[in-house]
């Protein structure tokens, strides 16, 4: 019986997690829910946000099933993304009938991105511009870029290894969706190599030597920006898309749009021995409580933590089952143009497993 960890968030993100956990159990899994004390409870309980308890429950268990956190569970998502060195964040961004679109016609869209999870500007190194003076850098106007102060900066970072782990997730998820008859088998490279020479410049060059070892595979590197107009004007073309960790996580968020919006986007966060799942979107403070906020997203990663643990027909059940909930259109949330609850769209997707 696996054991998952449960971390529910703050503000509206419990009221999406727990009917989750519901249609996961109604599937019949056997999933052992284990819910440590993380948070403002656990401050409250054991005086830390994220005591030794929760992270050894973290490490027993065989996953991690997360909301989404505005701060007191950040300790524990920081944990579950550097601590177990979750370093492939992958976003799917697929089209149902009946959801959200501005495209006239969304059929089609099925891509997915892959976002580095671990460093480029995400290490958070930041300081004054004064730090710098010993490094003798100077502004590409010639002069120290010392002289410019006040200012601050921060620090990219690519390494080798840990693009070489994205890419070749990527690659493999790539040839995954070849053996599930999806068509094209396609990896896209998205840098700003022209300016970045020496960082992005290194991620392009990393991505297309581990290319090699995949030759059923095609690949093409275009320039982000480029890559951003090719998500809008033909998301249709792409099948899966890899990118550094700030790149990946705005062009995740925008492509959401094209297929119902943030509300509709899952991820799960994969590491060599480690995986945890949430939802693409935030807390959404603005609506918490008031019991519309849309469960999609977060049943979505559920479906891929079910699939994650081995359980892959269950995962399409509920996959499925969400579809047909949005195909008929009659039990869906206000951001998808319905007035259903959360909880309404919920049982409509359990009535329909």
């Avoid at 727990?18 to 999933?31: C, E, F, S, Y």
Wanted: aromatic residues 8%; charged residues 25%.
């Amino acid at each position: 019986m696996p054991a998952v960890v449960v971390i529910e968030g703050e503000d509206a993100a419990p009221e999406v997690v727990r009917p989750a956990v519901r249609l996961v159990d109604a599937l019949g899994t056997g999933i052992e829910w284990v819910r440590p004390p993380v948070g403002a409870a656990a401050t409250e309980s054991h005086g830390s946000l994220f005591p030794d308890e929760a992270r050894a429950a973290i490490d027993a268990a065989d996953a991690t099933f997360f909301g989404s956190t505005s701060g007191p569970s950040a300790p524990a998502l920081f944990y579950l993304r550097w601590g177990k060195k979750t370093f492939a964040n992958v976003r799917p961004i697929r089209w149902m009938p009946g959801a959200r679109t501005p495209f006239a016609d969304a059929s089609g869209i099925d891509f997915v991105i892959v976002r580095e999870n671990l460093e480029d500007l995400y290490l958070g190194l930041e300081g004054d511009l004064t730090d710098l003076a010993p490094l003798g850098f100077r502004h590409r106007d010639g002069t120290p870029v010392v002289d410019h102060a006040p200012g601050r900066y921060a620090v990219k970072v690519i390494t080798e290894a840990a693009t070489r782990d994205v890419v070749t997730a990527a690659f493999e998820l790539a040839r995954r969706r070849t053996a599930a008859a999806r068509g094209r088998s396609l990896v896209t490279v998205g840098t700003k190599h022209n300016m970045l020479r020496r960082s992005d410049g290194y991620f392009r060059e990393v991505a297309l030597d581990v290319a090699r070892a995949y030759p059923d595979i095609e690949v093409e590197s275009y320039i982000v920006d480029d890559l951003a107009r090719r998500i809008v004007a033909d998301p249709k073309a792409l099948d899966v898309v890899v990118l550094p960790n700030l790149y990946g996580d705005i062009l995740s968020d925008a492509a959401a749009g094209l297929v119902g919006g943030l509300g509709v986007a899952p991820s799960g966060c994969y590491g060599h021995d480690y995986a945890y799942f949430e939802p693409s979107h935030g807390t959404a403070p603005d609506i918490a409580g008031k019991g519309v906020i849309n469960p999609t997203a977060q049943i979505l990663s559920a479906a891929m933590l079910v699939e994650h643990l081995g359980f892959v027909d269950e995962a399409r059940r509920l996959e499925r089952a969400v579809e047909r909930v949005y195909a008929e259109g009659t039990h869906l949330t206000p951001d998808q143009g319905g007035s259903a609850s959360t909880e309404e769209m919920a049982d409509a997707i359990g009535a329909r497993l």
